[in-house]
């Protein structure tokens, strides 16, 4: 498969053994379908993705949200001192992880691949990474099209569709 020049190095480093064996697939195809429907240009830039468990996302919930549990998805966005780093130095975009028991839970939940579900997450952080964020319904509207968008060309059905009509 030939690399798009403009999408950022992508590490995905799997920690829990509890995930599937083609997870680092799906997150790498994932994180690359959203940097290329963005249209910037992420070459010199790296980023991380974390597949964990719960109890890794619940120890860095705590330590950087104040929340005490675990979560889906995490995005650590770089320093901006990081991410202006020379222009020779790779730029580090910032850091995603995904614990696998929230994610398989939520993904039988609401009837959807798990392959599916891994997806959205991953485009879902990385979005956070590059500066999207739903805090008001303005910004989730445009954050949530986006995602819509680049799992289209995935082929990931509309992940807010189940939401919508109350399935």
């Known amino acids: 498969?030939?690399?798009?020049?403009?999408?950022?190095?992508?590490?995905?480093?799997?920690?829990?053994?509890?995930?599937?064996?083609?997870?680092?697939?799906?997150?790498?195809?994932?994180?690359v379908a959203a940097a290329t429907a963005l249209g910037a240009d992420f070459?010199?830039?790296?980023?991380?993705a974390l597949l964990t468990d719960d109890a890794a996302l619940a120890r860095l919930n705590a330590q950087w949200?104040?929340?005490?549990?675990?979560?889906?998805?995490?995005?650590?966005?770089?320093?901006?001192?990081?991410?202006?780093?020379?222009?020779?130095a790779a730029r580090p975009l910032g850091d995603?992880?995904?614990?696998?028991?929230?994610?398989?839970?939520e993904a039988r939940d609401e009837g959807k691949p798990l392959a599916h579900h891994l997806s959205h997450l991953a485009v879902h952080g990385f979005l956070?990474?590059?500066?999207?964020?739903?805090?008001?319904?303005p910004q989730a509207e445009t954050m949530e099209q986006l995602e819509r968008a680049i799992l289209e060309r995935l082929g990931v059905p509309d992940p807010y569709l189940t939401h919508e009509i109350g399935v």
């Open 96 to 105: 995603i992880a995904i614990a696998w028991e929230t994610t398989a839970r």
């Open 65 to 88: 949200r104040g929340i005490d549990e675990p979560t889906n998805v995490l995005s650590f966005p770089a320093a901006p001192q990081l991410a202006a780093a020379s222009e020779s």
């Open 1 to 31: 498969m030939s690399q798009d020049m403009r999408v950022p190095a992508i590490d995905v480093v799997v920690e829990s053994p509890s995930w599937v064996p083609d997870a680092e697939a799906i997150v790498r195809r994932a994180l």
């Open 43 to 48: 070459r010199n830039c790296v980023t991380v």
């Open 128 to 137: 956070h990474l590059v500066g999207y964020d739903h805090e008001s319904d």
